[in-house]
């Protein structure tokens, strides 16, 4: 408590200061929660950016696996033709079916891959979505924790004297308690 009784105050002077510290350490808290978030966003934006290169990398195999795959059909109908004449051996076409049977296994395991880097990547983004969303509410706290520390100065409502002190320094308050009995200097009158 700043003032004693008797003083002449001001409007909008500090009369109290409310103890802040468990205040102090929410805000503390808030911030660091803040730092956290604003961390995991850069992470996920990394993780995006990673999962993209995944999927392009994956996307190119994919196209080398069609090429591979387009080979093997070609071969085949070529060795098909050729067996068709006997200018070819029935291991040779056997051998040119197990390739084209494997180049389709692989270009259909590069779709897949490409599908997964497209899930990772959608993942990676959800992450950044929730990462934001954390920030949002840590700024939202420490702004309201903020509130709650600039509230914590009781200040003067109008010009006046200190007519007494209710509390004295130390003593826990209910909200909405009194401080401090404050005489309007402006409005004063005398009882005979």
Do not use: C
Not at 2 to 12: A, F, I, K, W
Not at 69 to 90: M, P, Y
Not at 106 to 135: F, L, M, P, T, Y
């Amino acid at each position: 408590i700043l003032v004693q009784e008797g003083d002449v105050v001001t409007s909008g002077q500090i009369l109290v200061h409310m103890d802040t510290l468990p205040l102090q350490a929410q805000l503390r808290e808030a911030r660091a929660l803040l730092q956290r978030s604003q961390i995991a966003k850069q992470a996920a934006q990394s993780g995006v950016s990673q999962r993209e290169a995944e999927r392009s990398a994956a996307q190119a195999v994919l196209a080398q696996r069609a090429t591979e795959l387009d080979a093997a059909q070609r071969r085949l109908e070529r060795s098909e033709q050729l067996a068709e004449r006997n200018a070819v051996s029935l291991q040779t076409l056997d051998d040119d079916r197990a390739r084209r049977e494997g180049a389709t296994a692989a270009r259909d395991a590069a779709r897949a891959q490409v599908a997964a880097a497209e899930a990772s990547i959608a993942s990676a983004r959800g992450k950044g979505v929730d990462a934001e969303a954390n920030i949002e509410a840590a700024e939202a706290t420490i702004e309201r924790i903020q509130v709650d520390v600039n509230d914590s100065a009781l200040r003067s409502p109008r010009d006046g004297r200190v007519q007494y002190r209710v509390a004295q320094p130390g003593e826990v308050i209910a909200a909405g308690g009194r401080v401090l009995n404050l005489i309007d200097l402006n409005d004063v009158y005398m009882t005979f």
